[in-house]
């Protein structure tokens, strides 16, 4: 059994290592007007994407996964990912800044992650109204969190290109 969850955690901690680079290609050298480029209101913009995947780095996944793996009683810090947007400004940001500084962020997340010498991913937190939450929930949920922003970040220059060259691209393929 520790041999099997040592294995999952390395290569989770080499997938979190690896999307740094897939976000920094995806995202490196995105003009401005894609940058700010929505498919429809209330639908997030890639310097929102961006800004959002920064913030969660530092504020969520690290922070919860370090705080249940030290000491799973601890209160973990209240976070607002859809209300940060507002409230910490997202819109009025340089882009290639943001990304730059989650780049940093995901570095030293990984950079931490390789340093933890058999740690307890059984470790649960119990939260009053989300119930029981592992280690071992936030660390994998952190890769899944990563592809699903993936995904996103994808399906948004997808639908940009439709709407700037007005192009049908059923030909590509359907898109699923």
Known sequence: MITHSFHHALRIIEELDRNGQV???LLDGIPHEMQTWRPSPGKWN??????????????????????V??????????IDPVGWVKSRHYADQEFHQVLEQFLTERKRSVDWLQTLQDPPWHHEHHHPSAGIRSARLFFTNWLAHDYLHIRQI????????????GVELDYA????
């Open 23 to 25: 976000f920094k290609t």
């Open 46 to 67: 890639l310097l929102e994407i961006i800004n959002h995947l920064r913030d969660e780095e530092k504020e969520d996944f690290r922070i919860r996964v370090k705080m």
């Open 69 to 78: 793996l030290v000491d799973p009683s601890q209160d973990l810090p209240p």
């Open 154 to 165: 994808t399906r948004l220059k997808y639908d940009f290109l439709h709407a700037m060259t």
């Open 173 to 176: 393929g359907k898109w699923i």
